[in-house]
T-cell receptor, first 111, second 110 residues
Framework: DTGVSQDPRHKITKRGQNVTFRCDPISEHNRLYWYRQTLGQGPEFLTYFQNEAQLEKSRLLSDRFSAERPKGSFSTLEIQRTEQGDSAMYLCASSKGVGYTFGSGTRLTVV | GIQVEQSPPDLILQEGANSTLRCNFS?????LQWFHQNPWGQLINLFYIPSGTKQNGRLSATTVATERYSLLYISSSQTTDSGVYFC????????????FGQGTTLQVKP
């Protein structure tokens, strides 16, 4: 296993378009997390899954954001009607116990 | 929710120097981790340390849970240590998510 994979690495989109990101966690990890990081800030929690169940969502996750983990394996994060304020690094992490492993992130730029 | 404060916000060192980074948190925690974010943005887990002391090479960490702080020590710093160091905690009352501090940006000069 090569760690947590995120795709794409970079995404440039026009305001108003929809985008979808994918995260493949470490295979035996049952928890999967999405975070958002803007320049100069620490990662901010968005949502997390235990297996396929979405257990918590941050108030940062407006109704334009949706996340799924359909079979308890990979996860997708969709942003509808993107806004310039959505420009950020979107990080995915997974865990089996207490330690998190992060992917390299997807950098979104909304123009 | 739980608050996490890191200090100093920025640190510049000469190669070979030692440093101490601090993380204060506002509530009881059952999970505390230190991460290093390299210049390419990759977050690397350094320590899982909700209490006690751990060492890994030139890095060590101590968490005093009763006093709600953790320290990360970097000895004999190298230019590859540059980047942002984050402390992240999970409140005992919430078994789900890690909350990150704002980070300490370290620059090690040759």
């Amino acid at each position: 296993d090569t760690g947590v994979s995120q795709d794409p690495r970079h995404k440039i989109t026009k305001r108003g378009q929809n985008v979808t990101f994918r995260c493949d966690p470490i295979s035996e990890h049952n928890r999967l997390y999405w975070y958002r990081q803007t320049l100069g800030q620490g990662p901010e929690f968005l949502t997390y899954f235990q297996n396929e169940a979405q257990l918590e969502k941050s108030r940062l996750l407006s109704d334009r954001f949706s996340a799924e983990r359909p079979k308890g394996s990979f996860s997708t994060l969709e942003i509808q009607r993107t806004e310039q304020g959505d420009s950020a690094m979107y990080l995915c992490a997974s865990s089996k116990g207490v330690g998190y492993t992060f992917g390299s992130g997807t950098r979104l730029t909304v123009v | 929710g739980i608050q996490v404060e890191q200090s100093p916000p920025d640190l510049i060192l000469q190669e070979g120097a030692n440093s101490t980074l601090r993380c204060n948190f506002s509530d009881s925690v059952n999970n505390l981790q230190w991460f290093h974010q390299n210049p390419w943005g990759q977050l690397i887990n350094l320590f899982y340390i909700p209490s006690g002391t751990k060492q890994n090479g030139r890095l060590s960490a101590t968490t005093v849970a009763t006093e709600r702080y953790s320290l990360l020590y970097i000895s004999s710093s190298q230019t590859t240590d540059s980047g942002v160091y984050f402390c992240a905690v999970m409140a005992t009352s919430n078994t789900g998510k890690l909350i990150f501090g704002q980070g300490t940006t370290l620059q090690v000069k040759p």
